[in-house]
């Protein structure tokens, strides 16, 4: 059973940051992309960022580039969101996703990703 288990939200003042964690398990990541998204309230779902679990291959959405990191730790089987410089439109629940290499084309498509975790939810005030 694939679970992702994500972890690290909370509220922050607009220029804090915050660190999100997602720990994957159920099976092996080296043929995935893995990836965030965020959802607003009223709001569809948004990519933020993605990495290529084997080989470390980052992509941002431009909202978050400069001031967003994604990165992984093989080791410990982590996915990471570092966000710096958090602004009040960043509050939105965070998801963690992953998608197979072979799905789609498109790493910012919501539907292209086979598992989600349960969400984090990261409120900025200004």
């Known amino acids: 059973q694939v679970q992702l288990v994500e972890s690290g939200g909370g509220l922050v003042q607009a220029g804090g940051s915050l660190r999100l964690s997602c720990t994957p398990s159920g099976r092996t990541f080296d043929n995935y992309y893995m990836g965030w998204f965020r959802q607003a309230p009223g709001k569809e779902r948004e990519f933020v960022a993605a990495v290529r679990w084997s080989f470390g291959i980052t992509y941002y959405a431009d909202s978050v580039k400069g001031r967003f990191t994604i990165s992984r730790d093989n080791a410990k089987n982590t996915l990471y969101l570092q966000m710096n410089s958090l602004k009040p439109e960043d509050t939105a629940v965070y998801y963690c996703?992953?998608?197979?290499?072979?799905?789609?084309?498109?790493?910012?498509?919501?539907?292209?990703?086979?598992?989600w975790g349960q969400g984090t939810q990261v409120t900025v005030s200004s």
């Open positions: 996703a992953a998608k197979d290499l072979r799905t789609g084309r498109s790493l910012s498509t919501a539907s292209e990703y086979g598992y």
